[in-house]
């Protein structure tokens, strides 16, 4: 089976996808192209994984960069040497303007959000989560962006398979956690069933990139939870009872 790769449009200036899980060579409950190392799955399987992503790209293997993603918002700076160090950073976003390298995130119902400027010629990668995109990753990413010679005016940001709405199930502590946080922030939840409400990750990073000011920002509108066939889901997962789940890729490179 051939790769499936999501594009918006707003990145029609960057080399870039969003890869589901087709494709890949890893089997079981990792079936298809899992990108995570950090997973339990066959070492082989994932470095073969993450080699085709590669190749869709057009760099080498190991000119695919990722990290080692902790929820927060540290932003790593990507150069022609690749990482400064020999380890992956610990952070959960990536920019670079070196056109030889691709940045990638991984998620498994967190929000991936890939970033450029095409007159600049600067790429941002940032795995968003709830308390990741509360603390600011996606502020972030854009002044590192804007470091690198990025204008935000100019930037187009698109984000990728997440958790939807409609499977994103939390409890009350969850949304008075927000409003004591964030005025307004009510307007990202409707009601589910009994105290149950149901939280719209999508639209809260969309919220986030538009207040930031940047040119034009998207959600391709494509659900991990919703779809097994196509999507890794860690709450799907969860509720199945397995005791891992697969990680989904998103690179793009300037």
């Given at each position: 089976m ?26 079981g409950?990792?079936?298809g192209?899992n990108c ?41 700076v ?58 600011g ?25 997440t ?35 149901l ?12 207040a ?16 097994p ?20 890729i ?5």
């Amino acid at each position: 089976m051939t790769l499936e790769i999501l594009t918006s449009p707003l990145l029609a200036g960057a080399r870039h996808g969003f890869f589901t899980r087709r494709g890949g060579a890893s089997s079981g409950i990792y079936a298809g192209l899992n990108c995570g190392p950090g997973s339990a799955d066959q070492r082989e399987a994932v470095a073969l994984n993450r080699a085709r992503v590669a190749e869709a790209l057009g760099v080498a293997p190991a000119r695919l960069l990722s990290l080692h993603q902790v929820h927060g918002t540290e932003v790593a700076v990507a150069g022609p040497a690749g990482w400064p160090g020999s380890e992956r950073p610990r952070a959960d976003a990536a920019v670079t303007a070196d056109p030889s390298v691709a940045i990638s995130v991984l998620t498994a119902d967190c929000a991936p959000v890939l970033l450029h400027d095409p007159e600049a010629r600067v790429a941002g990668a940032a795995h968003a989560g709830w308390r990741g995109a509360a603390d600011g990753v996606i502020e972030a990413t854009l002044a590192a962006m804007e470091r690198l010679g990025a204008r935000r005016a100019a930037i187009r940001a698109a984000v990728g398979p997440t958790i939807s709405q409609r499977a994103y199930e939390v409890g009350p502590e969850f949304l008075d956690r927000f409003l004591a946080e964030e005025d307004g922030s009510e307007r990202y939840f409707v009601p589910g069933s009994g105290d149950r409400l149901l939280f719209d990750l999508p639209g809260f990073v969309l919220g986030r990139l538009r207040a930031a000011g940047v040119a034009d920002a998207e959600w391709i509108g494509a659900c991990t939870y919703s779809d097994p066939e196509r999507f890794f889901s860690y709450r799907r997962a969860t509720h199945a009872g397995e005791p891992d789940y697969g990680r989904l890729i998103s690179a793009i490179r300037p």
